[in-house]
């Protein structure tokens, strides 16, 4: 068997090590699984990664920092990859529901607010939750009837109406922004905070913990009625239609989900820093995840969690490198087209593609092959 051969096989939807762990016993697959997050969760004890290389350490961030970022990029990959990835609905304007999270947090917390709720961390994230989940029925509701190009111009419109709104109401204080938004609970056994400023350890942990709900709790959905829904929305909406399935009712759901998710993105990236004002929610943050889960494989949860966390760390990397005399994290974003190209042309599925998207990639392949 020649190396090409090799490769195809380990890559193959049946073969390889997706076909070898779907053959093991549950016992066995929890067991590695339970492996792999315990591995996630020593990552900022570790100095340095297999293949990635030694921890980031420069002036713009470190590595238990860039961990953290990792982790709410990865939040928002999953909850976007419910909505493009699951129900097969193009939303540009991801960012959107990102932002309504962190505002959320910031209006019921910050003592800048002109609310003067001063409420603890904690405290606002049912609240931002639910705000987010709302916002994404009320978006749906109006705009579901759309597909394809024109749903993703009104989500690109309402990503940009909350950043415009935030930029000029003194309500959500412009570029101003707000401070002194409080931390996540806990203290050490001495008195001092867990959730500090200088460490994102305890950041990045708590995390992990949420990605591993949110995986899980999709994880299900997906094998559920409603998965099988979404599915049969995004291969053929008008024959879901026929055949049943109410197409709005679970586009709906598919929106609010992703809301739901994307909220507790903001949600974490409020408490950890602890400031926020209107240009930390520009446009190419939606575009930037929607690149990480097309690239990671959509339709796939562990596709989505490569893809989000390469779309985070990659940019981190870059920081401080010199390439030809000029620094590296300049051109990220040239680097980000130029690899998404290329994985567009070599791996159109993504780098962990779904089972059934591969198939029919592989199908279609075979149809426009020359005889």
């Known amino acids: 068997m020649t190396t090409v051969q090799t490769i195809l096989r380990w890559r193959g939807p049946d073969g390889g090590v997706r076909g070898w762990f779907g053959r093991q016993p549950r016992l066995v697959r929890w067991t590695l699984l339970a492996a792999i997050a315990a591995g996630a969760y020593a990552l900022p004890y570790v100095g340095e990664v297999p293949v990635i290389g030694p921890q980031i350490v420069t002036e713009g961030v470190d590595w238990r920092t860039a961990l953290f970022n990792i982790s709410y990029f990865v939040l928002l990959a999953l909850g976007l990859n419910v909505v493009v990835g699951f129900a097969g609905l193009l939303d540009l304007g991801y960012v959107g529901f990102f932002a309504v999270g962190a505002y959320t947090v910031a209006l019921l917390a910050s003592p800048n607010s002109d609310f003067k709720t001063n409420w603890p961390w904690l405290a606002t994230v049912p609240v931002a939750i639910v705000i987010t989940m709302i916002s994404g029925v009320l978006l749906g509701w109006p705009t579901l009837r759309l597909r394809g190009d024109y749903l993703a111009i009104v989500t690109l419109g309402f990503a940009e109406i909350i950043r415009i709104f935030a930029e000029n109401t003194t309500l959500l204080r412009g570029d101003r922004g707000f401070s002194g938004i409080p931390h996540p609970p806990g203290k050490h056994a001495d ?181």
């Open 191 to 371: 008195g001092t905070p867990i959730f500090g400023v200088r460490d994102a350890g305890p950041y990045y942990w708590l995390g992990v913990s949420l990605i591993i709900v949110i995986v899980l709790a999709i994880r299900n959905l997906d094998r559920s009625r409603v998965g099988r829904s979404w599915l049969a929305i995004r291969e053929d909406e008008d024959a879901a239609a026929i055949m049943g399935v109410r197409t709005f009712k679970y586009k709906l759901w598919a929106f609010a989900i992703g809301a739901c998710v994307g909220g507790l993105g903001g949600v974490m990236f409020a408490g950890q820093n602890g400031f926020m004002n209107s240009a930390s929610f520009q446009i190419q943050f939606s575009v930037l995840i929607l690149a990480g889960v097309v690239m990671g494989g959509s339709g796939n949860i562990a596709g989505a969690i490569l893809g989000g966390a390469l779309i985070s760390y990659i940019p981190d990397r870059l920081r401080g490198v010199e390439i030809a005399g000029q620094d590296a994290f300049q051109y990220r974003f040239l680097m980000f087209g130029i690899a998404i190209i290329l994985i567009m042309i070599f791996r159109p599925q993504g780098l962990i593609p779904s089972r059934r998207r591969a198939m029919e990639l592989k199908d279609r392949a075979k149809e426009v092959a020359p005889q």
